[in-house]
């Protein structure tokens, strides 16, 4: 097992929570190993190494290969957003003595897993002044954490009837913030007068002020995510697994970026790119949906002097992208066998039985699935069986059962041979996801034996 490996992950984990510190982890990590801004390059020569961000919550690596990139890539992409809950533009509200604030969930969840648990917030406050405040609040032993609470179960029997999707209403999701004492029941007229309305609320502003210089009305131009509390941990008596919060898909992103980073470009250009915004869609800015990626590899193209046969064209991008070879790291629902009905055993993913191909994602009948060819299958399948690379061939669940998609068919787009191709995940979605160590140690594996394509 390589253990540094794995620790590496765990830390990664630890710290790249959301999007923003994700790409804040990858571009320490890229300059550590010789990578540079490209705003800072003006020509780039085979070898060189750069990386383009979006917004701080996408961004693509690039190390450059001998021949034409006419000729296409070697690309590895993943998502680095995961599902949470999101604090709302004006969030901040007292009920009863009790200070809440108001949260909108993000992606796939099932809403009652969030209810009880140890939260804490992260994400960035953006001031008019031009200024940021970045919050990490909950994940130190000092720190205090947050919740949302539940109903006991003595006064439950309503709740208990309702299913499993109602009877947590996602506007029930609301952080605990705050509270005050509410005043005496035996308190004369004089004594009610002294309690001042929200006066909870007004304590938590005024601590907000101290810590972190900040008005009510700043929350309207704040990130704030709500997230799981606590760090990755061994799981098992045999530590062969791991819990933590994001594993899908922070742990194919991870392997994928370490690949990279570990990889020497060959005749090929090697690309590793990790956007946003996949839990939802792929939409916006920094979504796969958007044209960040093509506008990436164009401002290579057109830096690239040494590596393309004249110049920069509309058709040389076209061509480097429909020429292009890509596994799209993303995680695959690993087997459970408390839930066996749920999957086809035998094309199931197993935890510990190595990285995962999809040839096709979609939902029933394969809507807005990507379809991988056989023939680039094949030549993987080549390539690992070479490297000694365990992998296993799946699909998510049975037919009719529901299914899921990635960032593939976005990429498949363009042209270029896309094949899924991540880690097994156990309570995918939850607060708290299970891998494998042999399955982060494989996909690591896999990946930069990928990169000599």
């Known amino acids: 097992m390589n ?6 992950y765990k830390a990664f984990l630890d710290g790249g929570k959301t999007e923003r510190e994700c790409v804040s982890e990858i571009i320490a990590l890229a300059e550590k190993n010789g990578y540079k801004d490209i705003t800072a390059v003006t020509t780039l020569n085979p070898g060189d190494k750069v990386y383009v961000q979006q917004m701080h919550k996408a961004i693509a690596l690039f190390n450059l290969g001998t021949e034409n990139l006419e000729n296409g ?3 590895l ?11 709302k533009q004006n969030p901040l509200y007292e009920k009863d003595f009790v200070v ?10 099932k809403k009652y897993q969030w209810v009880t648990i140890p939260l804490a917030i992260h994400g960035v406050i ?15 032993e000092t720190d205090p954490v947050f919740c949302i609470s539940d109903i006991l179960p003595h006064l439950a029997q309503k709740q208990m009837k309702e299913s499993a999707s109602d009877f947590i209403p996602g506007e029930s999701l609301d952080l605990i913030f705050g509270t005050e004492n509410p005043p005496k029941k035996n308190a004369d007229d004089s004594d009610e007068k002294k309690s001042e309305k929200d006066a909870a609320k007004k304590n938590i502003l005024r601590l907000l002020k101290e810590a972190y210089n900040i008005e009510e009305e700043d929350f309207g131009s704040a990130e704030l995510e709500i997230v799981p509390a606590g760090k990755a941990r061994d799981c098992g008596l045999d530590r062969s697994l791991i819990l933590a919060y994001g594993q899908d898909d922070r742990s194919c992103a991870y392997t994928s970026c370490r690949a990279l980073l570990e990889s020497k470009a060959g005749k090929r250009t090697n690309v590793c790119i990790c956007v946003d915004k996949e839990e939802i869609g792929s939409t916006g800015a920094t979504g796969m949906g958007s044209h960040f990626f093509e506008n990436a590899v164009a401002e290579v193209i057109v830096r690239a002097a040494t590596c393309l046969k004249g110049a920069y064209s509309d058709l040389s991008l076209r061509r480097a992208l429909a020429n292009s070879t890509m596994l799209s790291s993303d995680v695959n629902a690993a087997y459970d066998p408390l839930n066996g009905d749920l999957y086809d055993r035998d094309n199931a993913s197993f935890l510990g039985g190595g990285i995962v191909f999809n040839k096709y994602t979609g939902s029933r ?7 991988a060819n056989p023939e680039f299958i094949a030549r993987l399948r080549g ?21 899921g998609g990635t960032i593939a068919f976005e990429c498949a787009k363009y042209g270029m041979n896309v094949l ?6 156990l309570s995918m979605h939850a607060p708290w996801e299970l891998t494998a160590k042999a399955d982060i140690e494989q996909a690591f594996n896999a990946y930069k034996a990928f990169l000599t394509l």
């Open 383 to 403: 390539l690992l069986d070479s490297a000694g690379v365990t992998y296993q061939m799946a699909e998510l669940g049975k037919v009719d059962q529901g299914g």
């Open 100 to 109: 809440y604030l108001n949260t909108h969930y993000y992606g796939g969840i």
């Open 73 to 75: 890539m070697n690309i």
């Open 77 to 87: 992409g993943a998502h680095i957003d995961s599902p949470r809950l999101d604090v």
């Open 365 to 371: 009948g394969k809507y807005s699935a990507s379809d």
């Open 420 to 425: 899924d191709a991540g880690v097994s995940v």
């Open 126 to 140: 953006c001031k008019k002044d031009g200024t940021s405040v970045q919050v990490c609040l909950g994940e130190k």
């Open 3 to 8: 253990e540094s490996l794995i620790n590496d």
